[in-house]
Structures are given as structure tokens and as C-alpha cells.
């Protein structure tokens, strides 16, 4: 739903008393209510994809002030918190907008990624897990996904491979996991569908520095000098100051 649609929502969900009848108040109907609550929510999110976080929170105070444990008002707030670094506040709204639905992926999925932003990473598998278990969600490779990730970071190399290699049978076009299943190729020596996977991210996204570093040394193992240079040059250029530069030098 649109910004402008969730405020004309809005207004007809407070307004509809004032055209049926002087006497009429929506707000006294639970029909009326749920209208105002959905349309305070979507409102929140409009404000939120707008990275206007602070304006974000006045409609969605509204929706917890019709039903405090409304599931969406409260990841939604998540989202805001999140967003403004408070991770305190922001797993205290997810964990309120999953205690209302305990099962909802969407939810499960963002409280996942937030779980990893914080390093908490087996907290996050165990979300992500339960994600992964509605198989009619429609964002399920993005779950595989952040699964493979995950497990990557407990060390669990197999089990990372597993889960990004379902993630690609779902959905090929994922450049996340196409750039760490060509880590993971390199680093085991299988250069060859180490390339493949590369070649085909670099299809899909824009080189980051860790993409970059990865280029060269691929260039490197198969000899083509130009395409190494250039990637080391890229890499000088727009991410002088990061770790990868710093081992791209010394790798030299």
C-alpha cells in the first residue's frame, strides 16, 4: 500500500461518521478500529521505507494505543528502532509483534537479521530456522539465504553451502549468495565454479570491496593480469580505507 493510499485509508476511516451520520463514530466499532489501526500501521511503514524514522512514530503510537499487541504496529516500531540503533527497544518490539504471531516469516525473517547485525548468531539461526519452515512464503530464498550466512559465521561451512545452495535453487538471481558461495569455492581450491559463481554476481550487483578483493585474486589463480590490475585499481579507488585494501596490499 501507497503512502497516499493508507492516508486516504486513514481519513475515511476517521471520517466515515461524519458522512453517514452526525451520530456515528467508526472509532466505536471494531471494524472501524481495525481500519485505523491497518491504516496508522501502513502510514508508519510509508514514513519508515522514507528513512523518516521519527516521523514514523506518531501513527504507530496510535495503532498500539487501539491494540497494544497488534503484531505489524509492533515490527514496524521494530523497524524504527532498528533502524535508529536501539537494539534494546527493537528486540522488545519483536519480541511483542512475535508473541501476537508466533509464526508469521516476515516477522521471523527481520527479527533474524537484526539477531545477526548484533552478532547474536545462533539466536538468528534459530529465527531463520523457523522461517524457513513456511514453505509458502514467498521471500523463503531470502531466509536460505541469510541461513547460509549465518551458519557461515558459527563456522559451519557445510551447512552454509547447503543453505545458499537451496537459496539458489529458489531464486538464482541472489547476489548475496552468489558472492558467498564463490568465497566459499575459492577458499576450498574449486576455482573453476569459484568464476562461475563470481561471473554471475557480478551480473547481477555492483562490485563492494570484499567482491573486489575476491576478483583479483580469481584474475590471479587464472592468470589475466589486465582484469587483476583493474580490480586491484578499483579497489584502491573507491575503498582505499578497508580491511580488504589493506590485505590486497599485502598480498602483492
Do not use: W
Request: net charge negative.
Amino acid at each position: 500500500m501507497t503512502l497516499r493510499v493508507a492516508l486516504l485509508l486513514l481519513f475515511v476511516s476517521l471520517s466515515a461518521g461524519c458522512v453517514l451520520s452526525g451520530d456515528f463514530n467508526p472509532m466505536k466499532t471494531s471494524k472501524g478500529r481495525d481500519e485505523a489501526r491497518e491504516a496508522y500501521v501502513q502510514l508508519g511503514l510509508g514514513y519508515v521505507q522514507q528513512g523518516m524514522t521519527e516521523r514514523a512514530k506518531v501513527p504507530l503510537k496510535k495503532a498500539l494505543e487501539l491494540d497494544e499487541s497488534d503484531a505489524d504496529a509492533n515490527a514496524a516500531l521494530a523497524l524504527v528502532f532498528q533502524a535508529e540503533m536501539e537494539p534494546e527497544l527493537a528486540d522488545q518490539h519483536y519480541r511483542k509483534a512475535l508473541a501476537a504471531r508466533p509464526s508469521d516469516a516476515r516477522i521471523l525473517n527481520n527479527y533474524g537479521s537484526f539477531l545477526f547485525e548484533e552478532k547474536r548468531y545462533k539466536d538468528a539461526y534459530q529465527r531463520f530456522e523457523q522461517a524457513a519452515a513456511d514453505t509458502l512464503y514467498p521471500e523463503r530464498s531470502r531466509v536460505f539465504e541469510n541461513l547460509g550466512m549465518t551458519a557461515a559465521m558459527l563456522g559451519e561451512r557445510d551447512l552454509a553451502r547447503q543453505h545458499l545452495e537451496k537459496a539458489l535453487r529458489l531464486n538464482r538471481q541472489q547476489p548475496r549468495a552468489l558472492l558467498e558461495m564463490a568465497e566459499l569455492s575459492f577458499e576450498d581450491r574449486h576455482y573453476v565454479p569459484a568464476r562461475d559463481y563470481y561471473d554471475r554476481f557480478s551480473l547481477l550487483s555492483e562490485q563492494n570491496a570484499r567482491s573486489l578483493l575476491l576478483g583479483v585474486r580469481l584474475a590471479t589463480v587464472f592468470e589475466d593480469r589486465d582484469k587483476a590490475a583493474s580490480y586491484g585499481l578499483q579497489l584502491k579507488r573507491l575503498y582505499p580505507g578497508t580491511p580488504e585494501y589493506q590485505q590486497y596490499l599485502s598480498e602483492q
